[in-house]
């Protein structure tokens, strides 16, 4: 249980245009998504909070209006990068938090299996 | 704010033997959560121990377990009788346990572990 899945797994796309990565919980509603970042042999760095019903919370440094977040329903959270450039090409990683009473995980988080983005 | 300290970039370990992995964290809570998480080559993020900061025993999950030293802030994980399919980047987490069912998780650096056949 408690199931999140990202799509797509890769996807290139070319200088200037927009991709759209989408993580949707499959069997429990999903109040918070967190979208992360990771480069080769580096750690998840966090780049926004989206919460269901209202505006993401960005982390310092991250352009909010290139990585657009909307969380549309307890089920589904994207995340769009606009006018991509290759400096935009890394790894995309979304994440729940889980609350009580799912699982073997309580207190933990389930990953979405991730996004590589090359921008061409 | 809290911070996690994964010191060690790599470390390498034979095939069967045993390998433990450090992690130290600051926190100023008395409540909080740790875990460790793996990241094999496909980059799927995977629990593999979690341990509630107000629980004296130290967590065990089959081969996984964890040396927790609250007092000194430590959180490592051993690893035994290592498997080549435990290659992979491990990650030590930190969740407040006070800051809301939301709360983000923080990572350290991470650690690629790599077995020796």
């Known amino acids: 249980g408690a199931v999140v899945s990202q799509h797509p797994s890769r996807v290139i796309c070319k200088s200037g245009t927009s991709v759209k990565i989408e993580c949707r919980s499959l069997d429990f509603q999903a109040t918070t998504m967190f979208w992360y970042r990771q480069f080769p042999k580096k750690s998840l760095m966090l780049m926004a909070t989206s919460n269901e019903g209202s505006k993401a919370t960005y982390e310092q440094g991250v352009e909010k209006d290139k990585f657009l977040i909307n969380h549309a329903s307890l089920t589904l959270s994207t995340l769009t990068v606009t006018s991509a450039h290759p400096e935009d090409s890394s790894f995309y990683i979304c994440?729940?938090?889980?609350?009580w009473g799912q699982g073997v995980a309580n207190y933990g988080y389930t990953f979405g299996s991730g996004t590589r983005l090359t921008v061409v | 704010a809290q911070t996690v300290t994964q010191s060690q970039p790599e470390m390498s370990v034979q095939e069967a033997e045993t390998v433990t992995l450090s992690c130290t964290y600051d926190?100023?809570?008395?409540?909080?959560?740790l875990f460790w998480y793996k990241q094999p080559p496909s980059r799927q993020m995977i629990l593999v121990i979690r341990q509630e900061a107000y629980k004296q025993q130290n967590a065990t999950e089959n081969r996984f377990s964890v040396n927790f030293q609250k007092a000194a802030k430590s959180f490592s994980l051993k690893i035994s009788d290592s498997q080549l399919g435990d290659a992979a980047m491990y990650f030590c987490?930190?969740?407040?346990?006070?800051?809301?069912?939301?709360?983000?998780?923080?990572f350290g650096k991470g650690i690629t572990l790599s077995v020796r056949p």
């Open positions: 926190t100023s809570e008395s409540d909080y959560y």
């Open positions: 994440s729940a938090p889980l609350g």
């Open positions: 987490a930190y969740r407040s346990a006070t800051a809301g069912a939301n709360s983000k998780l923080t």
